[in-house]
């Protein structure tokens, strides 16, 4: 115990205990992390986004020696799920599993409730996923160009669906049916699994998942692939062409991942969450199970990961003005 005594300005002596003012750390002086970590997931349990944050969280944990927290908040294209993370403190504790749709909202949506660059800080992209065209594996349909054939002829009695407003399947799609002239009515559900549901039900007609969500059914004989929307063929799946090999060129989507924090977390933080994000996808383990599902790995800088959400912005743009669609 350390006693002190002071003169007050009226002459009186007063005596301060200081026992412990003095030892307490300040805050930001504490080790990070310190407790577990939230990752929100704008994805349903089950769904692509959602298992692979979980592999790399397992992977990440055993790095931090601290419990990674999957917190599903689906809804509203993601947006419910980027609206909460953005507003969240920033001191590294709540990450967010961002993805190329949050690029897309921006310009989807007429108030999104956030914005991509300004209120995050973007620490690594985690992987791609090529986005491929499919129809049930009992559809007439066996080209790309039987199913534009068919587009044009129907004028709008084709379906298609996607995991949302937004999604790469509903870009892709859009821009495929501008670029070829046809015509098609959009199905939204709330995931690329709801939609791939509904394609193996026969409720639509064809959709353009990211891969490792019809990859599976394609390997079972239950769906069709037709194309990639990708710039080179998928080695999954070599003996398909992508879309500019089938006839329709300039129609290149992808659909990515990865960890973002909310703007102003601390750099030494975003740092150390970058190199052990960065340690953890280095592991066999989880290289394999990503790239076994169709995935590929691709991480990068925290500049380059923004860069990616800049580019998708200017994606959407295009997707708009040539299938003329209109902010929600």
Same mark, same amino acid.
């Given at each position: 115990?350390?006693?002190?005594?002071?003169?007050?300005?009226?002459?009186?002596?007063? =005596?301060?205990?200081?026992?412990?003012?003095?030892?307490?750390?300040?805050?930001?002086?504490?080790?990070?992390?310190?407790?577990?970590?939230?990752?929100?997931?704008?994805?349903?349990?089950?769904?692509? @986004?959602?298992?692979?944050?979980?592999?790399?969280?397992?992977?990440?944990?055993?790095?931090?020696?601290?419990?990674?927290?999957?917190?599903?908040?689906?809804?509203?294209?993601?947006?419910?799920?980027?609206?909460?993370?953005?507003?969240?403190?920033?001191?590294?504790?709540?990450?967010?599993?961002?993805?190329?749709? !949050?690029?897309?909202?921006?310009?989807?949506?007429? =108030?999104?409730?956030?914005?991509?660059?300004?209120?995050?800080?973007?620490?690594?992209?985690?992987?791609?996923?090529?986005?491929?065209?499919?129809?049930?594996?009992?559809?007439?349909?066996?080209?790309?160009?039987?199913?534009?054939?068919?587009?044009?002829?129907?004028?709008?009695?084709?379906?298609? #669906? =996607?995991? #949302?407003?937004?999604?790469?399947?509903? !870009?892709?799609?859009?821009?495929?049916?501008?670029?070829?002239?046809?015509?098609?009515?959009?199905?939204?559900?709330?995931?690329?699994?709801?939609?791939?549901?509904?394609?193996?039900?026969?409720? +639509?007609?064809?959709?353009?998942?990211?891969?490792?969500?019809?990859?599976?059914?394609?390997?079972?004989?239950?769906?069709?692939?037709?194309?990639?929307?990708?710039?080179?063929? @998928?080695?999954?799946?070599?003996?398909?062409?992508?879309?500019?090999?089938? #006839?329709?060129?300039?129609?290149?989507?992808?659909?990515?991942?990865?960890?973002?924090?909310?703007?102003?977390?601390?750099?030494? +933080?975003?740092?150390? +969450?970058?190199?052990?994000?960065?340690?953890? !996808?280095?592991?066999?383990?989880?290289?394999?199970?990503?790239?076994?599902?169709?995935? !590929?790995?691709?991480?990068? =800088?925290?500049?380059?990961?923004?860069?990616?959400?800049?580019?998708?912005?200017?994606?959407?743009?295009?997707?708009?003005?040539?299938?003329?669609?209109?902010?929600?």
């Amino acid at each position: 115990m350390t006693i002190t005594r002071i003169k007050t300005c009226s002459g009186f002596w007063v =005596s301060l205990t200081l026992t412990g003012v003095l030892a307490i750390p300040p805050a930001h002086s504490q080790e990070w992390p310190s407790k577990s970590i939230r990752w929100i997931v704008t994805a349903l349990p089950g769904t692509v @986004n959602d298992s692979r944050a979980r592999l790399v969280g397992e992977a990440v944990s055993e790095i931090l020696k601290q419990p990674i927290v999957v917190d599903n908040k689906a809804g509203a294209a993601g947006n419910i799920g980027a609206q909460l993370a953005a507003r969240a403190p920033a001191d590294g504790y709540t990450w967010l599993y961002s993805a190329s749709p !949050m690029a897309t909202n921006m310009r989807m949506y007429k =108030s999104p409730g956030f914005d991509v660059i300004r209120d995050f800080v973007h620490i690594t992209r985690l992987g791609t996923s090529d986005v491929l065209l499919v129809v049930h594996a009992e559809s007439p349909v066996n080209s790309v160009s039987e199913l534009v054939a068919l587009a044009k002829v129907s004028r709008g009695k084709l379906s298609y #669906g =996607s995991g #949302g407003v937004g999604t790469p399947a509903h !870009m892709a799609a859009e821009l495929l049916l501008a670029s070829a002239g046809a015509e098609a009515v959009h199905v939204p559900y709330k995931g690329a699994v709801q939609a791939m549901v509904a394609l193996l039900g026969r409720e +639509i007609d064809f959709t353009l998942p990211i891969f490792s969500v019809a990859f599976p059914h394609v390997q079972l004989g239950k769906l069709r692939a037709l194309a990639v929307a990708g710039a080179s063929r @998928n080695p999954k799946l070599a003996e398909i062409p992508t879309l500019a090999e089938a #006839g329709v060129p300039g129609v290149v989507v992808t659909g990515f991942g990865g960890v973002s924090v909310p703007a102003g977390t601390p750099a030494p +933080i975003v740092a150390r +969450i970058y190199r052990t994000v960065h340690q953890a !996808m280095e592991r066999p383990a989880v290289r394999a199970k990503i790239e076994a599902e169709g995935g !590929m790995i691709t991480v990068n =800088s925290p500049a380059e990961y923004t860069q990616n959400f800049r580019d998708e912005i200017l994606l959407t743009e295009r997707a708009m003005k040539v299938a003329k669609l209109e902010p929600q």
